[in-house]
């Protein structure tokens, strides 16, 4: 049997020919039928027949006809995998599903590989085309998997990242890791801190810092072994935990403290070296300015091995650790070279038991003691980043980070625990350095460790004594070996640190300028060379570094720098935590050695050791950190890294929805919470506004759109607006929600809103709705629909609110306007751009390469067109603009006239109250009216401030309204009739048979037994115009009640005709009905 090459696509398939005799032994074996192909035309081709083994012609038939490889008449089908010279036998029947594979799950832009797309759900649901043709050339991409690049395509994305210098776990983590924390700690301090600590407390200073470190490094391997790890370590793992705002903040402070580090760690070398050249009486100033020089030729120095590349300062980082290495084996080996007459009497008597004993306990002097040696030592135990800053450089961090740092964390901390021991094991406390001091018989001896040796260092108690753990830093020096071995370890410890440190800088702030979360910082984001080094970083560090190194004094800015590492590593603790607790299914850790409660301890004791340190540094540390977050906080970046700050909210929303949900609805805490019908959100800005006046703060808000028209047309319509429309809010700074739904006619879509809408507690209760201006001419099926949607919210118990302005919401018009002058706008600027290009371009001269270039242009990026908007969509309709943001600006000082006709639970009194509670409208006074009897106006302004009064709603007067029943005037009721004659019946002119036959043709008119039956109210509607003509004509905003129409009994152009007759030529009026239920109480 020939088989194909085998590549990495959608399908493992295996080609026979026809007439290949192996097919027919396939029968033999256990595995799935194998198939003939099958003719796709009739003409010109033999028909074929599937070959099947007996019993499973069932499992064919119901494959072939319930698959998705059943054949189209007269042609292909799209996703057909088979030609008429070849069958398939793949793991199941012909199908355009996608076997899983990784790079379908590749972010876009991946430099591990190409992202790739699968079949959408609609490829998949949607009906298939038929008549399809396939040439033999498509056919192979579709077997292997519809726009899927083949290996040519994958193979220049290997060969783009050939070049990388990337680091397995051992030089990239390992060694980094152990020459950032064997420091200068461990051949200058570490005597002295067992000399005032002692063995036992000594070695309890080590652990209390190796659990710090260990915490934050076993945090950290459950961090990066969440996902893909890229560039910029402590800053990448943190912000992609806890989101842009922490990780915005201490990105800057560890990049900062990174660069500051380089020049300690320099100016410790340089010290190291002024000390020799004083001994050689060799200065070439003085000590001062001698380290000034000798640290600015080394930062250089650095900064060349930096700059020259990964690899180069790899090898430099490697070599460093061979002269460490080789120093700390000489202290091993000099412990155990016994001791001459010189070294005693400095106090280096080899392993004593005695010595031991003594230094078993404390003695902590001048003024130290356990904190604050512990503050001295802990600087030592940090450098757990290091391998982690340059992630970006790692083969695969996510498994050498976790090996390299926890291995690195416990062979230096045996490494330090081994030194300290042994070097307290071998020098007593003090020692004068003369060999004269030796004890004489007969001496009164002082029971020290040292007199029981044969040397009196009891002066040492009266005065200070040169030699001792106490007193001598080249204690390891003296011990060694060899000693110019432990000074070249010194140089090793401080260099390879500086140059780990000079690294991890740029590679941070590199990776923080590239996400742009501080905008000015931009710059610094561009990589240079194959490794995409920041050279740009480099230098910023260099001169950062340098001007440190000329101050020469880093004993009050080295507190800080360490509280700003101690605060790295809280973050990873507390990020580990975090993720851990908000129960995230993209939580999943490879490394499991982890436990959120134990992280969380390792952030409070971070947070504990700062303040141990320096509390002032701490305080500084945390100022800096907050400053920071409220600046990228105010900034809001614009990225979306799945952080678990978005999964504790969603936790938190749900369970507080959930808890509400379990608490019945009280009447003091009813807030008006609105479904407003905008459709697109930027289409009717005016009603947004002035419901969301009314919402903010207070209630929830959900814009709602509904799509009219065919379905399939409709859902993918809206499934491509959601974001826009929602993105649209919160950049406008709208907090409302949109929501859409397709329909067949816009009653179903508002109906099916009106009862899906809202979750638990948190559910929609008032309707609004803008007024339909154009209901004498739309389509009766449209007026239809819009007053069964009225109809519709109070079935269901909704309150309801209309809202009029003369001018009308929709500024669609304006929009699409807008849109085209610039799309004008941007192709006039391509066409300019092009001739201009080509006037210097002599190969693309004439009108064709003009515009073909003004076509590419056209299609780019679009520019910021400056605001053409006001200027020339003014002149479209200036008054339907001004309308449109007529409740954004401030309300002159006026009124808000409320005439709360009927009682409907509050709703019409609480919505204007709300009002006066906001910026925009605390400049206007609440006037209300009422019905009442002409008798009784005083009783009833009574009772009614009353009420007011016990509702605690301020108002500026009341007035009662007694003629409210009274007839309107003969013009006024004219009016109405004229309004209303085009859509009268006018049955009672004809006969009984006619007028029938009318009411069943036009069964939306107004018959003249519905206009008899609603005389009255008519009047009311046509009479409440004019009352509102003669009182409320100046006020800023005219809240009334909504009549309510009765259903089946009242056709739908009356109820219109009413609204129209209530509201024409008035301010903006609100009509608002509640749903006859308490929303005010007086009742604490």
Known sequence: METSTNNPTRFHVNLAYENDDSSGNSH??????????????????????????????????????????????????????????????????????????????????????MKLNRPTLADLHEEMAANVTITPSSL????????????????????????????????????????????????????????????????????????????????????????????????????????????????????????????????????????????????????????????SITVVLLLAISVAGMEWEAKAQVFLLVILLVAIANFFIGTIIPSTHEKKARGYFSYQAVIFAENFGPQFRDGEGFFSVFAIFFPAATGILAGANISGDLQDPQGAIPIGTMLAILITTLTYLGVAICVAACVVRDATGSTNDTVITGMNCNGSAACTLGYDFSRCETQKCAYGLMNNFQVMSMVSGFGPLITAGIFSATLSSALASLVSAPKVFQALCKDNIYKILHFFAKGHGKNNEPIRGYVLTFVIALGFILIAELNTIAPIISNFFLASYALINFSCFHASYAHSPGWRPAFKYYNMWISLFGAILCCAVMFVINWWAAVITYGIELFLYIYVVYRKPEVNWGSSSQAISFVTAVNDALELSGVEDHVKNFRPQCIVLTGPTMARPALLDITHSFTKDTGLCICCQVFVGPRKQMVAEMNCTMEKYQGWLIKNKRKAFYAAVAADNFRDGVKSMLQASGLGRMKPNTLVIGYKKDWRKDLHVAVENYVGAIHDAFDFEYGVIIIRVNQGFDISPILKAQEEMERLEQERLALEAAIKENETDDNSRGIFGILNKASKMAKREPKKVSNISSIHVADYNPRLLDASMQFKKKQNKGTIDVWWMFDDGGLTLLIPYILTTRKKWNDCTLRIFMGGSVNHIDDDKRAMVALLSKFRINFADIFIIGDVNTKPNKESWN??????????????????????????????????????????????????????????????????????????????????????????????????????????????
């Open 140 to 295: 192979d991409g579709i077997v292997n998997g519809d726009g899927i690049p083949g290996e040519g395509e994958e193979g220049k994305e290997g060969d783009a990242t050939k070049g990388f210098v990337k680091f397995g776990w051992v030089k990239g983590v390992l060694v980094r890791c152990m020459l950032n924390i064997w420091g200068v700690m461990l051949f200058i301090r570490l005597s002295w801190i067992m000399g005032q600590a002692g063995i036992g407390l000594g070695v309890v200073i080590i652990s209390l810092s190796v659990v710090v470190t260990t915490l934050t490094g076993i945090s950290m391997s459950a961090i990066c072994t969440n996902g893909v790890v890229r560039g910029g370590g402590a800053y990448y793992l943190i912000s992609r935990s806890l989101g842009p705002e922490f990780g915005g903040s201490i990105g800057l402070i560890f990049a900062f403290a990174n660069a500051v580090a380089v020049a300690m760690y320099v100016v410790g070398f340089s010290e190291t070296i002024v000390e020799l050249l004083k001994s050689s009486n060799a200065l070439m100033v003085d000590e001062m300015n001698d380290i000034r020089i000798i640290g």
């Open 975 to 1084: 009016s109405f009739e004229e309004m209303i004659e085009p859509f009268r019946l006018h049955e009672g002119l004809k006969d009984s048979a006619t007028a029938e036959k009318m009411k069943r043709e036009y069964p939306w008119k107004i018959t003249d037994a519905e206009l008899k039956t609603f005389k009255d109210k008519t009047y009311r509607q046509v009479r409440l115009n004019e009352l509102l003509q003669e009182n409320s004509r100046a006020a800023n905003l005219i809240v009334l009640s909504l009549p309510i129409p009765r259903k089946r009994n009242m056709s739908e152009l009356l109820y219109m005709a009413w609204l129209e007759v209530l509201t024409k030529n008035l301010p903006p009026v609100l009509l608002i009905r509640g749903n006859q239920k308490n929303v005010l109480t007086f009742y604490s």
């Open 28 to 113: 033999e074996h256990d595995g799935p039928p194998e198939y003939e192909a099958t003719s796709f035309t009739s003409s010109g081709q033999s028909k074929q027949r599937p070959s099947y083994t007996s019993g499973e012609r069932q499992l064919y038939e119901n494959a072939h006809h319930n698959g998705d490889a059943v054949k189209n008449d007269g042609g292909v089908n799209l996703y057909d995998t088979v030609s008429n010279a070849y069958y398939l036998r793949t793991f199941g029947h012909n199908t355009i599903d996608a076997v899983p594979r990784i790079e379908y799950y590749r972010n876009a832009g991946s430099i591990s590989g």
